[in-house]
């Protein structure tokens, strides 16, 4: 029953080593440089595609780009405008970015007739 010196010897971590310390510390890094900025992008194409009115001028994810022409909030579609004449409907997420913006269109108030 003799005790070897491989035995004897102790182990690297039980001398002060570093543990868990690297570990956490990429996980900082990671989240910091990598999953931070990739959910703000997601936010940022959340709100792009919560704000898309008719007659904003879009590019699709596939390269396709129209004029909006129909836009319902309870529905994951929008009718766009690729040609004229041609529309089609395109799932909200496939929207990659919108290129003109515009103005909402206001109504223009209905003038009574004066009678002479």
């Known amino acids: 029953m003799f005790i070897t010196p491989a035995f004897a010897q102790s182990g690297g971590f039980a001398e002060g080593g570093f543990g868990l310390l690297p570990i956490v510390f990429v996980m900082v890094i990671f989240y910091f440089l990598l999953i931070r900025p990739q959910q703000k992008r997601a936010k940022q194409h959340r709100e792009l595609l919560a704000s898309i009115r008719r007659g904003d001028k879009i590019v699709t994810t596939g390269g396709l780009t129209g004029t909006v022409v129909k836009v319902t909030d309870d529905v994951d579609t929008v009718d766009v ?9 395109i799932v909200r997420a496939m929207i990659a970015d919108v290129r003109g913006k515009n103005e909402p269109v206001k109504a223009e108030p209905v003038k009574a007739k004066s009678a002479k």
């Open 81 to 89: 405008e690729i040609a004229t004449g041609v529309k089609v409907q």
